[in-house]
């Protein structure tokens, strides 16, 4: 006998919060684009805004979660705006970034999405700043070459400039921070290439901010402590330049985003939030490390994609559930460890409907089958 359907609600609140509520709806170019906004509870006057980009195959609902942009919004006195990328092809959510051929403006949405807000929310248009990760990371870039004199600085995480966007010269000088990790294996530190080149590595970008942003070639190299049994060390490059260039080489690092989980010498939104204010970040409370998890293509007709990577939990897996909790299959057995995983789950044996892939650590993605 199956479940009432209130059961399965109840289920989904519980693994994903009543996020789904506060996702808002904007129309671009007739289409209806979803993102989030968090806020202060208590400010006066106007709001520094942060926008923040997903990776591939994500989506905002697990960013909010993952991330706490409600309370981050609370400790750094910022409005966080999370929009959502469209689906494209097989890869799922995407923004177009100049990695594919693709007519969506994302670009022109963004913008769009900041002037419907500005009076709303009391934002500041002199105080716009941009983060990413991973293919939020080649987005952000695209902003800062396209619409640079919109933004007062970006903070790529673990993305690089697309090739198509390497030929274009930025609108104006921008203030940049880049972020990454020597070791990642998804979004190479030394660039990225499918068949052909598709995103420039950190030295080349490098190069390219610095014929923009006026700088002579030279640079501080700052060694920071290293305190942490983690695995990484943070070395921090200051280009001596007429706008702000800065990189953060974490050395040893993965294809992640690493939060100040009492885990790390620094985490990442601190570390921005420095870079952006000029001002050290304030004592908060750290962010729960997660995996980073994704799925592509969702929604699936039958075979699913499932890439894992976290270098931190040596006894990991990954599980499929259904709708009701129930598990379904082991994909990634905890003997069978490796930093980085990509398999093929074939769901065509299961009725369409709602499943979760869940890892050790309780990071949640929902899929729906549907053919």
Not at 143 to 148: K, P, Q, S, W, Y
């Amino acid at each position: 006998m199956k479940k009432p359907l209130s059961l399965c609600l109840v289920l989904a609140v519980a693994l994903f919060g009543n996020l789904s509520a506060q996702v808002q709806h904007f129309t671009w170019q007739n289409v209806q684009r979803e993102y989030l906004v968090r806020t202060p509870a208590n400010h006066d006057g106007t709001l520094p805004v942060l926008f923040f980009l997903h990776g591939l195959g994500d989506n905002i609902t697990d960013c909010d979660g993952e991330f706490d942009f409600g309370q981050l919004a609370e400790d750094f006195g910022w409005a966080i705006v999370v929009p959502q990328a469209l689906t494209q092809g097989i890869f799922g959510t995407m923004w177009n970034a100049g990695l594919l051929s693709s007519s969506i403006d994302d670009a022109g949405f963004l913008l769009a999405l900041l002037d419907s807000l500005t009076e709303q929310y009391q934002l500041d248009p002199d105080s716009v700043f941009f983060t990413g990760f991973s293919m939020g990371g080649f987005m952000t870039y695209r902003m800062a070459i396209e619409h640079g004199d919109r933004i007062t600085a970006c903070a790529p995480v673990s993305g690089l400039i697309s090739t198509a966007d390497a030929t274009k010269t930025p609108v104006t000088p921008v203030r940049i921070l880049h972020i990454h990790g020597t070791n990642d294996n998804i979004v190479g530190y030394n660039g990225i290439s499918y068949g052909s080149t598709l995103g420039l590595g950190v030295d080349a970008i490098l190069n390219y901010w610095q014929n923009s942003n006026d700088c002579n070639g030279e640079f501080a190299i700052d060694t920071l402590p290293n305190l942490k049994i983690d695995g990484l060390r943070f070395i921090r490059y200051t280009y001596n330049c007429g706008t702000d260039l800065q990189h953060l080489k974490v050395v040893g690092g993965t294809h992640k985003w690493y939060h100040d989980a009492n885990l790390y010498d620094f985490g990442y939104e601190d570390v921005i939030y420095e870079f952006f204010t000029g001002q050290s970040a304030p004592s908060r409370t750290p962010v729960r490390e997660k995996d980073y998890l994704m799925i592509y293509p969702n929604p699936t007709t039958g075979t699913l994609n499932v890439q894992l990577s976290n270098y931190d939990s040596p006894n990991n897996e990954i599980k499929v559930l259904d709708m009701y909790g129930k598990l379904l299959d082991v994909v990634v057995d905890a003997n069978d460890y490796s930093p980085v995983q990509t398999l093929q789950v074939d769901l065509s044996r299961y009725p369409d409907g709602v499943y979760f892939v869940q890892t050790l650590n309780s990071t949640v993605k929902k899929v729906l089958l549907a053919r």
